[in-house]
């Protein structure tokens, strides 16, 4: 008899739990949403070819990192028409969470893996096993932060993108950016420069702890290009967009890595000094340690959150 209760409550709980079955969806931002997938998809499969196909294919490294950057595209697309047709629903935000992992989680990681490797076979280093477990350490925790760092923004954030200002951790498109500009800076623009290929893992294992961090990165579309903006804003965009034209490998390198690292620079900065400026005010005579905290608190305040 207990056993029946057991089960009859079991069934009640999960009666609760589960929710009621998806029947409508909206097809075109779902569809924007695949393709961000397919795209990572694609950047999976150059990448992959470059080993069955030798030193002479490594033009395919350059394809799969065009098809991350076209991912990013679909990505800041399919919230827009969702927002634009009045359709975000609990289902976009989970599919482009799993899209998102494919493009910006395991399509970096792998390109990261096999262009290094491709590098260590040149160079005569492929046989050191401690070289390649390093880098593929660096890949498997490149993606378990990508993965946890997605699953920590939908439990965390509601289904209105346009709320969002700042971003707890470097997003996952950035994070991508960084390792794809510079395979794409390598490849294209400076070949011959192998310390930037030796350095790769170490900059994607950054990049995985900045994800996972709780250093505060503003929405740049929300926050610097939604509204009304002051007419400097336009000028510095004429500026980014002529530097684009110029050197578009230099200037995705200057954007994604400057982006990753300027933030957590600046917490850092300032942390340090608002901490000496504390100390100074303890040090005087006459004020205690509570007062000058109560003193220093407006300016704390007024840091980043």
Request: net charge positive.
């Amino acid at each position: 008899m207990s056993r029946l209760r057991h089960r009859g409550g079991g069934r009640r709980f999960l009666g609760r739990v589960r929710r009621k079955p998806v029947r409508y969806i909206t097809i075109l931002p779902s569809l924007v949403t695949i393709l961000n997938g397919a795209c990572g998809f694609a950047a999976i499969v150059f990448a992959g070819k470059v080993s069955e196909l030798g030193d002479s294919s490594s033009g395919y490294f350059v394809m799969a990192g065009y098809m991350i950057l076209l991912a990013m595209v679909a990505d800041m697309l399919d919230g827009r028409l969702a927002r634009m047709s009045h359709s975000t629903s609990s289902f976009g935000g989970q599919l482009d969470s799993l899209c998102d992992v494919i493009s910006f989680g395991v399509a970096p990681a792998f390109l990261m893996l096999n262009v290094v490797h491709q590098q260590l076979v040149t160079d005569g280093f492929a046989h050191h096993l401690l070289s390649q477990r390093l880098v593929w350490l660096t890949a498997l925790g490149y993606i378990s932060c990508a993965a946890i760092r997605l699953a920590r923004f939908n439990v965390e954030n509601g289904q209105n993108e346009s709320k969002h200002i700042a971003f707890a951790g470097l997003p996952s498109p950035a994070a991508a950016g960084v390792v794809v500009s510079l395979v794409l800076f390598h490849q294209e623009g400076v070949p011959s420069l192998k310390v930037i290929l030796y350095a790769l893992p170490l900059v994607t294992a950054a990049a995985g702890v900045l994800m996972v961090s709780r250093v505060q990165y503003p929405h740049v579309l929300n926050q610097y290009l939604h509204g009304k903006k002051p007419f400097g804003y336009l000028i510095k965009i004429l500026a980014f967009l002529a530097l684009v034209i110029a050197s578009p490998q230099a200037a995705l390198v200057l954007i994604f890595c400057g982006f990753a690292a300027y933030f957590p620079v600046r917490a850092v900065c300032w942390r340090l000094m608002h901490r000496q400026t504390l100390d100074l005010l303890n040090a005087e005579p006459g004020m205690t340690g509570d007062s000058a905290e109560g003193k220093m608190a407006p300016d704390l305040n007024a840091g980043p959150h």
